[in-house]
């Protein structure tokens, strides 16, 4: 079956420093690729998403890049900030009868220290 | 665009009372909701889809008559963890998926629902 696989925290940086989650899949079909942030008490916000190979997600500063023939879907910031602390999920949406299916990855803990 | 509130966002309650959470989508018909249980510093757990008017359906190992959900309009789901007790303590989110342009294959969150259960 369709599964994620991110890389596991904690991940702690210093401010300005760049950033990188690793993200792997497996599909049967052609499925759409998400990250989601979460901030400490709170729900889970989509950052971004790409919809098929080679489309570029971007927002906030962070993309990632859809590539088919490595299954990744790799998050990237080029200078982090102590606000981006949080957890971040790498999620893909497969198509199944009568609609689609969301399978999240563990989940990466990120940590910027100032 | 997409935004799904939740209410309550925190809630404390008594050993064998019953909780009900609200989620609902602001902006969007929600055909299908989700309820994520989540513990701390660990990943969602899926608990039950629903699609507007019919069953949820419960993931394995999730009990549905202890945990009720609803999905009785497009825009409104509602979980009830009947008889709570400690071992239900958790964050509980919903998601809601619609038929957004553009968007159909996207899950949109709420803030989340923090139960303690005493």
């Known amino acids: 079956g369709d599964s994620v696989t991110q890389m596991e925290g904690p991940v702690t940086l210093s401010e300005e420093a760049f950033l990188t989650i690793n993200c792997t899949y497996t599909?049967?079909?052609?499925?759409?690729l998400f990250w989601y942030v979460q901030y400490p008490g709170e729900g889970l916000q989509l950052l971004l998403k790409a919809t098929k190979a080679d489309d570029k997600g971007s927002n906030k500063g962070f993309e990632a890049t859809y590539r088919k023939e490595t299954t990744s879907f790799h998050l990237e910031k080029g200078s982090v900030q102590v606000s981006d602390s949080a957890v971040y999920f790498c999620a893909l949406s497969d198509r199944e009868t009568g609609g689609f299916k969301t399978i999240f990855g563990a989940g990466t803990r990120l940590f910027v220290k100032a | 665009g997409a935004v799904v509130s939740q209410h309550p966002s925190w809630v404390i309650c008594k050993s064998g009372t019953s909780v009900k959470i609200e989620c609902r989508s602001l902006d969007f018909q929600a055909t299908t909701m989700f309820w994520y249980r989540q513990f701390p510093k660990q990943s969602l757990m899926l608990m039950a889809t629903?699609?507007?008017?019919?069953?949820?359906?419960?993931e394995q190992g999730v009990e549905k008559d202890k945990f009720l959900i609803n999905h009785a309009s497009l825009t409104l789901s509602t979980l009830t963890v009947t008889s709570a007790h400690p071992e239900d303590s958790s964050f509980y989110i919903c998601?809601?998926?619609?038929?957004?342009?553009?968007?159909?294959?996207?899950?949109?969150f709420g803030p989340g629902t923090r139960l303690t259960v005493l």
């Open positions: 599909a049967t079909g052609y499925p759409s």
């Open positions: 998601s809601a998926r619609g038929p957004i342009a553009g968007a159909r294959d996207t899950q949109y």
């Open positions: 629903s699609n507007e008017g019919s069953k949820a359906t419960y």
